[in-house]
């Protein structure tokens, strides 16, 4: 048995779809985004324990003796 408008599910699989690719857009716009203002990278180096300070002499000895 057949029901009348059975073919609404076309239109919801594609609605899915759309918001699945969609919501993947918007992350990478994010991710792109915070990898741009550094927020990964000034995470990192807030959280070493061997931090020094922006523009310290000893910041590349401090990245190659690491």
Do not use: N
């Not at 792109?32 to 000893?58: C, I, K, M």
């Amino acid at each position: 048995m057949r029901l009348k408008g059975g073919c609404g599910q076309a239109t919801v699989e594609y609605a899915l779809v759309v918001f699945a690719l969609l919501a993947i857009v918007v992350a990478c716009a994010v991710l792109w985004r915070a990898l741009d203002e550094g927020l990964f990278v000034s995470h990192a180096a807030a959280g070493a324990s061997h931090h020094v300070g922006r523009g310290s002499p000893g910041a590349a000895a401090d990245v190659l003796l690491y």
